[in-house]
């Protein structure tokens, strides 16, 4: 799985967007994006992804440049409860396709919201 | 109400003992994860199961065993063979074992040796 940059951290004024970057230049065709976000002491909580297209659901949206190599996860009104650490997440197809279908977190960013 | 529990929430453990965490989903997934969380840090994958009475080793799994004899019941064992198993416990599920379907996650198990 291609790795991604992330900023450590970030803060955003309360019913302010959040705009969270995510670099991915090694991503390769089959590969996806994924967002993911955890608060302190809870399991990550599935934000959205996204393959080639912008993505948005009730929770973000997820704009993904042509080339591919980078994202960002927008919060359109960011509130006290979206403070946590968000992280992009690039997976595909296992190559031999009986591979663990595994997650690989890296450290994220850290989003804090302030009122 | 569909989901993925995990009991208990905190744990606590003396060394040279054995602890099973629970990890149970009605969503009729087919697959199942367990991960570990060290403060700081990424997940990390210990073991998975794309189907019942079937499993396999992740990048971790020395140290714990785990067993899949209901599809929507995946306990992990926590050996006392774990040399540092104060963490984080997270279980996940996905519909397939196989392609990018997309994992949920419990809320956790936090274990503490004493």
């Known amino acids: 799985d291609a790795k991604t940059t992330q900023p450590p951290s970030m803060d955003c004024a309360e019913g302010r967007a959040a705009n969270l970057p995510c670099n991915h230049s090694?991503?390769?065709?089959?590969?996806?994006v994924y967002w993911y976000r955890q608060i302190h002491s809870q399991g990550p909580q599935y934000i959205i992804h996204?393959?080639?297209n912008n993505e948005t659901n009730e929770m973000a949206s997820l704009i993904i440049t042509e080339d591919r190599k980078s994202s960002t996860l927008i919060l359109p009104h960011a509130t006290l409860r979206d403070t946590a650490v968000y992280y992009c997440i690039v997976r595909g197809l296992p190559l031999d396709q009986t591979g663990a279908n595994n997650l690989f977190f890296g450290t994220g960013t850290r989003l804090t919201v302030i009122p | 109400d569909g989901g993925i529990t995990q009991s208990p929430k905190y744990l606590f453990r003396k060394e040279g003992q054995n602890v099973t965490l629970s990890c149970e989903q009605n969503l009729n997934h087919d697959a199942m994860y367990w991960y570990r969380q060290d403060p700081g840090q990424g997940l990390r994958l210990i073991y998975y199961s794309q189907i019942v009475n079937d499993f396999q080793k992740g990048d971790i799994a020395e140290g714990y065993s785990v067993s899949r004899e209901k599809k929507e019941s995946f306990p992990l064992t926590v050996t006392s063979a774990q040399k540092n198993p104060t963490a984080f416990y997270l279980c996940a599920s996905s519909m397939s074992g196989i392609g990018t379907d997309t994992q949920y996650f419990g809320p956790g198990t936090r274990l503490t040796v004493l």
């Open positions: 090694t991503i390769s065709g089959n590969e996806y």
């Open positions: 996204g393959l080639k």
